[in-house]
């Protein structure tokens, strides 16, 4: 079969998420020519960020730094915010609490040092950050972001982001090339990458640059894979985001040699509404993020994880596993007539089972009748005296019981009762390959492998077993940013060379 070529740029970027786009604009800054190629059509452009909430975790000291890359509401002028700072150290620690203190140190530092000014870089680029409020209290007349919440989203959330970063790239004149599949790298014979072999509407093309990165998410969304590499049962799970994050640019890069690191049988695995689509589930209208407030149960009636262990940023990416060991891999979130009002907007898009009695709902959700009501009322009896608040970790626990509830342990005997079912959705995969800190490739003796970058989900060493909520689209944008830079600028080197 004949293959045609394209040719003439600096920088070619393979994959049209947050992370690429914003690599592609950062290359572009520097002077490099740049091309962009992604595999879903013009409609579904955007990957996993198109399907994200927007939100972006960084560290700052005070309201202060945070004001000047903010939009003002004229319904809640910033007189009425209160944002409780977020200092490096916090941010550093919360990734290594939630990773298990394995999360490579020299990532998480670049992480941590480089999110608020590359939010800012965005900013000075065109991007419009606005107040996050959903993970706001609202105390008298003021709003108030607790000190590890995610104050910050991009204008509408993650569609808005991904259109917003494609109407800069269009008017930086940078092309996007749509349906087209990166099938290998091409390399040398030194081993420099120096573009690849895709699969374009129009039949096999190679498309040549100067530097190559990869842009091209995880394997979330191929069942082979995840299965191999997560284990039995995660072929079968939810895809809560893009259906063409098969895991293409971790095959290609590995084929040349890069080093594999990270978390490979770790994933970003989220509690969402049984009933969701298996692919492409709309991410934020089907998450069922209230469980900290419930009490969650499975089909045998029992309680199988804490659910007020910490703040749901801090716990949702790993609940989802504990789900998907459930019968059925479903679980039932409950609530009464007090806890009720706290839920969380995407509720509003299902229909709950409802019931005047622990038995009549047991019937309801087909739970062994007797066990669900004894476990309840032994949850009850658990619940600790103290103050309920939902908007810090208020130490309210059940004591006696397993698995405890570290905070807002209420009890549930409040009637209506309201249940949700939810299953396990997959949003991204932990593992990845190894990069420097310019996020150019290693190979697995040490080397970089020349002309190869590797950004956002495809970097390894990042998360494991959990992550912070907010971390994955910051970690998408400092590392594009970072690759863009240094392949724009390895780009003008090669052509210097070729011209001396």
């Not at 509404?273 to 969650?296: H, I, K, L, Q, W």
């Not at 080197?493 to 011209?499: I, L, N, P, Y």
């Amino acid at each position: 079969m004949a293959v045609g070529s394209v040719n003439d740029t600096d920088v070619l970027i393979v994959g049209s998420g947050n992370a690429g786009l914003v690599a592609a604009l950062a290359a572009h800054e520097e002077g490099g020519k740049v091309t962009i190629i992604e595999r879903a059509p013009a409609e579904r452009r955007g990957g996993n960020s198109a399907f994200s909430g927007g939100i972006f975790r960084c560290a700052f000291r005070n309201f202060d730094e945070l004001r000047p890359i903010l939009a003002e509401s004229p319904t809640l002028p910033f007189a009425r915010v209160e944002v409780e700072p977020y200092s490096a150290d916090s941010f550093n620690n919360d990734l290594i609490r939630v990773t298990e203190g394995l999360a490579d140190p020299t990532l998480t530092r670049l992480l941590v040092e480089e999110s608020l000014t590359t939010m800012s870089w965005m900013a000075s680029s065109g991007l419009v950050w606005e107040l996050y409020l959903t993970h706001a209290v609202r105390l008298g007349e003021k709003f108030v972001w607790r000190s590890g919440t995610v104050a910050v989203m991009a204008r509408g959330g993650g569609k808005g982001l991904v259109e917003m970063l494609f109407d800069i790239v269009s008017q930086a004149g940078i092309p996007v090339c749509y349906g087209v599949r990166a099938m290998g790298l091409l390399a040398d014979s030194s081993g420099a990458v120096y573009g690849v072999l895709a699969q374009t509407p129009e039949g096999r093309k190679e498309f040549r640059a100067k530097s190559v990165i990869l842009a091209c998410g995880g394997f979330e969304a191929n069942p082979e894979m995840r299965a191999r590499y997560l284990g039995p049962g995660w072929d079968l799970v939810k895809v809560r985001g893009t259906r063409y994050n098969t895991g293409d640019g971790l095959r290609m890069s590995l084929e040349m040699g890069a080093a594999p690191f990270g978390h490979w049988s770790g994933c970003h695995a989220s509690v969402i509404d049984a009933e969701a689509a298996d692919v492409e589930a709309e991410s934020t209208d089907t998450t069922r993020y209230s469980y900290p407030f419930s009490v969650m149960v499975n089909r045998d009636g029992e309680r199988f994880v804490d659910e007020g262990e910490d703040f749901q940023v801090y716990t949702y990416a790993k609940i989802g596993r504990k789900i998907l060991e459930q019968p059925a891999c479903i679980a039932f979130q409950i609530f009464d007539k007090k806890t009720v009002p706290l839920l969380r907007s995407p509720y509003l898009n299902s229909r709950p089972l409802v019931a005047e009695s622990i038995e009549e709902l047991a019937d309801e959700l087909g739970a062994d009748s007797e066990r669900l009501k004894l476990n309840i009322e032994g949850f009850n009896r658990a619940a600790q005296d103290g103050e309920f608040d939902p908007s810090r970790r208020d130490g309210k626990r059940t004591r006696g019981i397993t698995p405890v509830k570290s905070n807002w342990a209420v009890p549930l005997d409040s009637p209506p009762f309201y249940a949700y079912a939810v299953t396990c959705g997959i949003t991204f995969t932990y593992g990845g390959v190894r990069v420097d800190p310019q996020c150019r490739v290693a190979s697995e003796d040490g080397s970089l492998i020349p002309g190869l970058w590797a950004i956002g989900e495809m970097v390894g060493g990042f998360f494991y077993h959990n992550y912070p909520s907010g971390s994955g689209l910051t970690r998408g944008s400092v590392t594009g940013r970072r690759a863009g830079i240094s392949a724009a600028r390895y780009a003008k080197g090669r052509q210097a060379a070729r011209m001396s």
